[in-house]
């Protein structure tokens, strides 16, 4: 699943270890969303979409679509 | 001399799950001791205790483990933990599919009990070290 945080937190001058202190995870979990390589659950997709001001939908993008 | 990205939870439960391994590792020396001093038949009941003794802290790991999972926040690390477990447990079975068939087929002698322990230990340690490491 492709995402926009790396964009959402470049536009906030955040590394990802200010993202994952926000989100109260671990780097390694920013870091494996961001690459794609982990899909975050529903709690966390809305932490996130919560934390941007922003909606899930504007953030994930589902490749298969 | 742990890592420094590990949570407060993640840290005490690495703690005891350390403390617990190193429990039964101590208590299969000294029931080994034990049985290897004299014959299993002349302690009686005090055998099968003694049999039992290195499994109670295995069991206690096995529950750390389970209440670790529950209650690990970190979605993504609960995955890779999980994950690791499991190849450690496949690589446990592929261990014993093969040593069986190498103790049938050339004669070999048995493998300790405990081995199969320190493989699974062994093996899921590395496959999260992996893992983790794979995500820096």
Not at chain 2, 97 to 116: E, G, K, R
Request: glycine share 2%; charged share 20%.
């Amino acid at each position: 699943m492709k995402n926009r945080l790396r964009v959402l937190r470049a536009e906030r001058n955040w590394s990802q270890a200010n993202l994952a202190e926000h989100l109260e995870v671990s780097r390694q979990s920013v870091n494996a969303i961001e690459t794609g390589k982990f899909d975050p659950s529903l709690p966390l997709a809305f932490k996130l979409a919560r934390l941007f001001n922003s909606t899930i939908e504007a953030i994930f993008n589902d490749d298969s679509e | 001399m742990f890592n420094k990205n590990l949570s407060r939870f993640q840290r005490r439960s690495l703690q005891l799950f350390s403390s617990s391994i190193l429990l039964t590792a101590a208590l299969t020396v000294f029931t080994h001791d034990h049985f290897g001093h004299r014959h299993a038949t002349d302690l009686g009941p005090v055998a099968w205790l003694l049999a039992l003794l290195p499994a109670l802290p295995f069991l206690g790991t096995i529950v750390l483990c389970l209440r670790y999972l529950r209650s690990e926040k970190d979605e993504y690390i609960r995955a890779q933990v999980l994950l690791a477990l499991l190849q450690g447990s496949f690589l446990t079975l592929g261990f014993t599919v093969v040593y069986a068939f190498l103790q049938n087929s050339l004669q070999i002698p048995d493998a300790p009990a405990m081995i199969y322990v320190d493989i699974f230990l062994i093996a899921s340690m590395f496959a999260l070290r992996f893992h983790l490491r794979s995500n820096q």
